[in-house]
Nanobody, 121 residues
Framework: QVQLVESGGGLVQPGGSLRLSCAAS????????MAWYRQAPGKQRELVAQ???????NYANSVKGRFTISGDNAKNTVYLQMNSLKPEDTAVYYC???????????????WGQGTQVTVSS
């Protein structure tokens, strides 16, 4: 069993900041990458930012310069620092992990339950 537990969402005014956290736990053999996706009402889920086990990062154009993804490999945890938030950043944010299960040795994606981020005055 693998669990991804997110925290840090909430309501913030435009221009404000939030920090999301996601901790992966359970039967993990190896994590290749962790990422944050988001899904706004009526829209498809989209990649926000990704970080690999080698600390290579990738961002959606819409968040470059405002969001920063970082990770703690020892804790299997990923963070998303979100600054200069805009109303269009409002969405449910999902944590994703590309990992190998300890016992099955199958590599696949795992997802968190999602955390709501609302940017509004």
């Amino acid at each position: 069993q693998v669990q991804l537990v997110e925290s840090g969402g909430g309501l913030v005014q435009p221009g404000g900041s939030l920090r999301l956290s996601c901790a992966a736990s359970g039967s993990i053999f190896k994590i290749y990458a962790m990422a944050w996706y988001r899904q706004a009402p009526g829209k498809q889920r989209e990649l926000v930012a990704q970080i690999t086990s080698e600390d290579s990062t990738n961002y959606a154009n819409s968040v470059k310069g405002r969001f920063t993804i970082s990770g703690d490999n020892a804790k299997n945890t990923v963070y998303l620092q979100m600054n200069s938030l805009k109303p269009e950043d409002t969405a449910v944010y999902y944590c994703n992990a590309d990992l190998v299960h300890r016992f099955s040795l199958i590599r696949r994606d795992y997802w968190g339950q999602g955390t709501q981020v609302t940017v509004s005055s």
